[in-house]
């Protein structure tokens, strides 16, 4: 298990871009999963028994549309949504086609996360807010969204983490990435320098993450 | 203001149907500060989530303000709502607002602008004492401070009234006492009619006028808080009074006693102006105070004694033939050994 | 996307000579990026590589114009992908390959294999149905002469005289495994990446054409410019040279040691 | 029984250190029942966690029946804690576990064998009066029950000591006042000394023998409780003891009196044994009871009494006089108008 | 994508195996997890700060190394394992060997869940316990595992479905399963008919488990 600098710094500029593809693939899949994750989460729980916009039929739907695209491999799902990749981006290769199938699966995943922070509103402050004559819409810009913001910080965390792990398999439609250099030279190649260097890389960027989202999570919680 | 018409509330749950309110019917007049007491348990919370329809009633109605609320739906509930505030025992901020703009939440609700609410949250931060409060979070608050933005967020919109569940309970004894104050003061000034769930009866002693006491979803007693507390009628209305008025001599001293125990109830404007003293005066017979209260409930004066009388027998018979001309009710509850 | 289809298509190339190639993880990409790249870029073109860890999607991209050639598979496997898929690919040229072998640490010759031994043998179908062949040619089993060759699967063995018992595995893992099974059916640029010697293969396979890789494009495409420097390029005395030096081991094709 | 010396508990937090406990040294008695009372964030829960050491002193030590606990650890320490029951404000049962085993918990952890821990158990619940609960769930019990309970679990090991903090205070009065009377009883049939954390007077007077007033970590007066509420020397000991013993007469009354008001105040075996109708009888002027109560502290009577007195100005000086003779204390709080 | 039920009936006993193997799998690692990750779990938790067993240092090293291993990809994590998985099971092919890096996974996944259920616990009762004078033992078994149980069960079904999802990766190395299933025959052999079956077979799936894991929790919940 040899580490050779000299490996390291011939594959520099691999490890740059593979960096960076990460960071593409993360910051659309992240942004598909807050533009539509979020809504999602929302409608989830104010759906739900008991509060103003309960519709069970429609809950349920969209619960089980949430598990079935839970239950589907990664990699089932991405040839699954090659058709969909071809419509948006126009090519099913490289990072901007991987991060379709890396939103759709991260999509479901953060709206569950988003429900689960909002269940631990206090009902007491939603009931208030109803009382007070608030719309609903009112409710969940100025109630939920406000009293869950702490615990959804720590949802795109555990997100942001969960893509970086999934990333790693986008190197099935060459989406590239930290993950994928490390399989492709790591797994593929016998190259354990790589392999070790991308690990920590990998590590560090977790850490990273965890370290900001526990931060800001504490930071603007004013509890 | 606000009719209860045979409002029954029933919950449906897994074990069956579990009833809140059972057919109650109720007229709170405008200005009055209304309480309600019972158990834990007794459908309080229930009747009065009723009235703003926090709870859709399963049967009945409730008008406020000649509106039967039961009636309407969506915005036109809302709208009805802006005219009714309401006060939590938990206070039910929202923690990640600042103590003005929780309560500019209220008045943004109510479809103000900006500048008009800041002018009116000044106004009400002034009015419940923590204008300096301002820009402070929930969390920095204590529980006295928090239930007073929450007054201020239900007043917010200049609501005919006020509904507060156990709006003290989780307070301390002075505490309790400054917001109620603070409440009086608002019902006076603004001629808010309130209606105030407790299970301390110091509280409704303190400044409700009338009140009505739940048992089972069953309103068993209603009335004159002043009344009820001369002269309650349940069981369960005299338990409640003697955590106030109570009048229970020690076993020891009840012991010691040698003479007539009497007990005596003087109602209304003074209580018991002069009486004793008069009688003390008139009648050569020793009178000494086992036990005594004088509360002033609406202040107004009742006053409960027990007195020891000693003397000669057919002086105390004569001594209490005066007392009983003069008090609202004399009782001889003991006789010495 | 589109400019990529339409810059492969014949006479226009010179307008536009942004390319992007295909590969998957392993020799055949470094052969891209070492031997085909470099004669590319001095003809004047800008070229990117796409480096892919699976051997379904280079194909597909290469069909939908995301790449305009790509370095990976052997005629079998592109013919079959084709007519699977229904699409019209091309092969140009055949290019130096690594032999598949079976290759293990508990035996030291085919003799010597137990009844009931393991052999871990690649997952997908293609490369399994080699290592079945391989197996075939030394007398191991027997198949049904009517399976189809690329297609051949455990159910086509009409006679396994060892009892060999079959274990698929992920390609890339086969090197991995030759420790912890018996016996493996390696393809040599795994056998290669991870540092094995060819030569201590119990049996390397016996390389038919059909089974180089060849440098492939979309069909409509196979007279473009593109396609006539790949082939140009190929066929030349530097392109030799390379392999000589960085890809030793390699079995050439026919066309290029007669 | 417990001797608290030069206890002080600092916290550490991120904006600094936080006094809880300031140098507090105290001696509490064997068989006494104690009461601390003190505002919010006085040092109260502070100090009692401290005398089980759930909260390790800053410095200073804690002797209970002469072992020094602040110099043990691990297992000697679970072993002294075996002779301190503690119960808590919110029960703090194990809600996954039947009352029988919250109880058989307590006794499992004295290392009692199976047999014995059920006729422990069956003991304790017929002595809380929970025998029939044996097998519910925490979830299905009241409060109050809930508090028994932990009663239960706090006495399993025949502890010497119980500390109670804030015992009442999530109970409503009736409850408080059962609970109350299970610890008398407990304290006097079993003779545990008791240290009862509260914020309510009222506990304090229905069942301690002395008490302490913190504020801010330092104990500002402390003494036998009948003594505190007649004669209280601080203001924040005054403004405690009013929520009990208040003698606010309404500003309306007060307009309306004409003649002299005078508090007296009364200690002692019979409060005001035959002194008023004494000094009544005696000197030829009108009393009018405009305030007063006579609670019985320790079961001793504490009369306090504001009395209007109306007549010629120098035989109501003669009274005034004879009272000061008799009485504990004569103020004269107003002159009429 | 037409489906055949011929093909389905031709496969049957192929979907069997797969299943099986996929049991296997998800039993080994399920238990390593709940051998291994709930003691560690409740370590993590104990040594805490503020709590019987305080101490940072251990604390903190744990809670790194588990951190690390939730950053490695799965199959990098496969790959540096197989060392660990030929001392074990002496092969590093086949559904028990897949099962060595399963375990691996699921280990700390599973310890982070339990974590977070015993914090839910009320640090009241944890101090009842401490006041009667019970010990770290016999609070942990009496107190901690009882009052968070309802919420460990959920922590394991949430296990078992990443189970099922990381396992169809175990086709790798020869593991097998379902998940596989779908990769091998739905992916690379282009038969939608088994990629339907096996897709509908792991959403079955998740949902039983989900729905079991959701009603033993309630059942068992005494509050
Ligand atoms: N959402 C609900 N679902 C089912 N039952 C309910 C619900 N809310 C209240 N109940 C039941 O209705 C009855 C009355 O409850 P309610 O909360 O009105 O009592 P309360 O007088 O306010 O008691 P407390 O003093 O404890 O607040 C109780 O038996 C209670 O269990
Ligand atoms: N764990 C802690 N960390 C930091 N500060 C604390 C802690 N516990 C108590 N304090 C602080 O110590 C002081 C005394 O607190 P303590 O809980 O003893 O008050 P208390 O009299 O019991 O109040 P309450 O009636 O609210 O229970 C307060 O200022 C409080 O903020
Ligand atoms: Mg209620
Ligand atoms: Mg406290």
């Known amino acids: 298990m040899g580490i050779e600098v000299g490996r390291i710094i011939e594959l520099w500029p691999e490890i740059q871009t593979a960096f960076f593809q990460t960071l593409v693939m993360i910051g659309i899949s992240l942004s598909a999963a807050l533009i539509l994750g979020l809504p999602l989460g929302i409608l989830l729980f104010v759906t739900d028994k008991g509060l103003f916009w309960e519709n069970k039929a429609f809950n349920s739907v969209i619960g089980f549309i949430i598990n079935i695209v839970r239950s589907i491999p990664y990699i089932i799902l991405l040839v699954a949504l090659i058709p969909l990749t071809l419509a948006i981006t126009n090519t099913t290769i490289g990072p901007i086609a991987a991060s379709v199938s890396l939103s759709v699966a991260a999509i479901p995943f953060f709206a569950r996360l988003v429900e689960t922070s909002l269940r631990e509103t206090d009902k007491g402050v939603i009931e208030a807010a109803i009382a007070v004559g608030a719309t609903p819409w009112m409710i969940i810009i100025d109630v939920l969204l406000p009293e869950a913001k702490a615990s959804i910080i720590q949802g795109i965390t555990l997100t942001i983490i969960s893509l970086i792990a999934y990333s790693a398999m986008a190197g099935v439609v060459g989406g590239g990435g930290i993950g994928d250099l490390a399989i492709r030279f790591g797994y593929y190649r016998y190259d354990n320098t790589i392999m070790v260097v991308t690990v920590v890389i990998l590590i560090i960027l977790v850490q990273l993450i965890q370290q900001l989202g526990d931060y800001t999570a504490k930071a603007i919680d004013k509890r | 203001m606000i009719q209860i018409q045979n409002l029954t509330k029933t919950y449906m749950t897994k074990r069956g149907a579990v009833t809140g309110v059972d057919n109650v019917t109720m007229d709170i007049k405008k200005g009055e500060i209304f309480g309600i007491v019972g158990y834990s348990g007794a459908g309080k919370s229930s009747l009065i989530r009723c009235i703003n329809l926090l709870e859709r009633p399963t049967s009945g109605n409730i008008i406020v ?19 009714i505030g309401m006060i939590f025992q938990h206070f039910s901020l929202i923690s990640q607002k600042t103590v003005y703009n929780n309560i500019a939440f209220a008045l943004r609700a109510a479809g103000m602008n900006a500048r008009d609410i800041d002018v009116r949250v000044s106004e009400l931060l002034e009015m419940v004492g923590l204008a300096e409060k301002r820009n402070v979070y929930p969390a920095q608050l204590s529980g006295g401070q928090k239930q007073r933005v929450g007054i ?34 608002i019902n006076r000034k603004l001629n808010i009619t309130i209606v105030l769930i407790t299970h301390e009866m110091n509280v409704v002693k303190e400044i409700c006028d009338r009140m009505a006491i739940m048992q089972g979803g069953v309103v068993i007693e209603e009335g004159q808080v002043y009344d009820i507390f001369a002269d309650p009628q349940q069981e369960l209305t005299k338990e409640f009074i003697s955590s106030v008025v109570s009048f229970n001599v020690p076993e020891q001293i009840l012991s010691e006693t040698e003479g007539l125990l009497v007990k005596l109830l003087f109602k209304g404007a003074m209580a018991g102006e002069g009486v004793v003293s008069d009688m003390l005066q008139k009648y050569q017979i020793k009178g000494n105070f086992l036990h005594g209260s004088i509360e002033y409930i609406q202040e107004r004066p009742l006053g409960i004694f027990i007195m020891e009388l000693k003397g000669e027998k057919a002086t105390i018979a004569e001594a209490l033939k005066y007392l009983e001309s003069r008090a609202t009710l004399v009782e001889v509850v003991g006789n010495g050994n | 996307g589109e400019e990529n289809t339409t810059s492969g298509t014949g006479g226009t190339a ?15 990409s470094d052969m891209l990026s070492k031997a085909i790249v470099p004669a590319l870029e001095e003809k004047g073109y800008t070229v990117k590589t796409v480096e892919f860890s699976d051997y379904i999607q280079p194909n597909v991209a290469l069909n939908s114009g995301d790449l305009d050639a790509n370095l990976f598979q052997h005629t079998i496997y592109l013919e079959n992908f084709e007519t699977e898929n229904n699409m019209d690919l091309e092969g140009l040229i055949s290019v130096p390959t690594a032999p598949m072998g079976i290759y293990s640490n508990k035996y030291d010759s085919l003799e010597s294999i137990e009844e009931g031994a393991t052999i871990a043998i690649p997952n997908d179908p293609v490369n399994a149905a080699r290592a079945f062949l391989i197996l075939e040619d030394e007398g191991l089993i027997t198949l049904n002469p009517d399976a189809e060759v690329l297609k051949v699967s455990e159910k086509d063995i009409e006679d396994n005289i060892k ?17 912890g099974s018996d016996l493996a059916a390696v393809p040599g640029n795994f056998a290669l990446a991870s540092s094995m010697n060819l030569l201590d293969a119990l049996v390397l396979e016996n390389m038919p054409d059909e089974y180089r ?12 410019q593109l396609a006539e420097d790949l082939i140009e390029i190929v066929e030349s005395e530097e392109f030799e040279q390379t392999i000589d030096e960085e890809f030793e081991g390699f079995g050439k094709p026919g066309w290029m040691t007669e």
Request: hydrophobic letters at 35%; charged letters at 30%.
């Open chain 2, 65 to 83: 303000d000649g509106k039967d609320l039961t009636s309407l739906k969506g915005g036109e509930l809302r709208k009805a709502r802006l005219k």
């Open chain 2, 152 to 185: 201020a967020r239900a007043l917010a919109n200049n609501p005919d009234v006020l509904l507060c569940d156990e709006a003290t309970s989780a307070l301390d004894p002075n505490t309790t006492l400054s917001i109620l104050h603070l409440l009086k003061d």
């Open chain 3, 14 to 28: 010179e307008a536009s000579k942004e390319v992007t190639l295909g590969s998957t993880a392993g020799p055949y």
């Open chain 3, 163 to 179: 009892n060999l018992e079959f274990q698929p595995i992920e390609a890339g893992q086969l090197p991995r495994a030759v420790e």
């Open chain 3, 213 to 224: 890789n060849v440098v492939a494009v979309k069909a409509e495409n196979k007279d473009g």
